[in-house]
């Protein structure tokens, strides 16, 4: 892989750049819809140019199986489920009037916000952890490692329940802390940015923030072809994760291009087989 010190400028820049401006506007009390979307439709369009000239692997540039259409159905499914989510916390946040006060809200912004996302990340591990150990989630779940290649959109390849299920611990948490809306909102739009980077076909280096942060370099070991391989890497956003609770995954120079998973070899390729095969019957 080509790796010279271009490659160590895409990430911080994108990622640590994006999420500072979300924090900025959201931190000065701007509307989280005037902030929000138009800096990850940047960050993606960014992504994009990327992958189109700086790609990691050329083989993954080309669509396989129509996976661009069916990827572009999860992220319109996933981005709109996610701001309901965003809808309701507002909701019931607005309902209980501040009336769950354990959150530090003195803090400044970007301080609650670090705490929040730490909080959100911390859940999305633990359910992605337990989707690999426990059949039914499993189901939910295999399709995430269906693709056969590795590129921004397959962040966003999660079922629907999957993707609620993921999401319900981070957010009970900071809602029974009293978190405010406009941290909840941060702390998603930071998780749909890093997707972007973690599963980007971008020839770029994270250096010593692998350590931190879970970035593609680690995930690309996730996406192995057999399950026995891919029991690690869990990381959202953070790597401490993995490191802390003993799964990171053990590599050696680059993940293999050749993804997928051979143990589920029925998986769908299109968009609705994907949402229904969790409830078929598995034959033998
Ligand atoms: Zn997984």
Redesign the pocket.
């Known amino acids: 892989m080509r790796s010279h010190p271009f490659s160590y400028l895409p990430y911080p820049l994108i990622f640590f750049g994006g999420t500072a401006a979300l924090v900025a506007g959201l931190s000065q009390g701007l509307s989280y819809w005037r902030v929000g979307p138009p800096i990850l439709l940047l960050a993606a369009l960014l992504v994009l140019a990327l992958e189109r000239w700086f790609p990691h692997a050329e083989v993954w540039r080309k669509d396989h199986d129509g996976d661009t259409a069916t990827d572009l159905l999860h992220v319109t499914g996933n981005l709109a489920l996610s701001q309901v989510s965003l809808l309701l916390y507002t909701g019931v946040t607005s309902l209980t009037g501040g009336a769950l006060s354990w959150w530090p809200r003195d803090w400044p912004f970007w301080a609650q916000f670090l705490l929040g996302t730490a909080l959100l990340d911390l859940g999305l591990y633990a359910i992605?952890r337990a989707?690999?150990h426990v059949p039914w989630l499993w189901r939910l779940?295999a399709i995430?490692?269906s693709p056969r290649r590795v590129y921004w959109l397959n962040g966003q390849r999660r079922h629907l329940i999957h993707e609620a299920l993921e999401g319900a611990p981070g957010l009970l948490v900071l809602g029974l802390l009293g978190a405010p809306p406009a941290v909840v909102a941060c702390a998603l739009a930071t998780v749909t940015l890093h997707l972007m980077f973690q599963h980007g076909n971008i020839a770029y280096r994270a250096g010593f923030l692998r350590h931190v942060f879970a970035v593609a370099e680690l995930h690309r070991w996730?996406h192995q072809r057999l399950y026995a391989d891919?029991q690690g890497n869990?990381g959202g956003i953070l790597s401490v994760w993995d490191r802390l609770f003993g799964t990171a995954l053990p590599q050696k120079g680059e993940a293999p291009l050749d993804v997928g998973m051979d143990d589920e070899p029925t998986l769908p390729t299109d968009y609705v087989g994907q949402l229904t095969w969790p409830f078929r019957r598995r034959r033998g």
Do not use: L, T
């Open positions: 992605h989707s690999h779940h995430h490692h996730h891919v869990y």
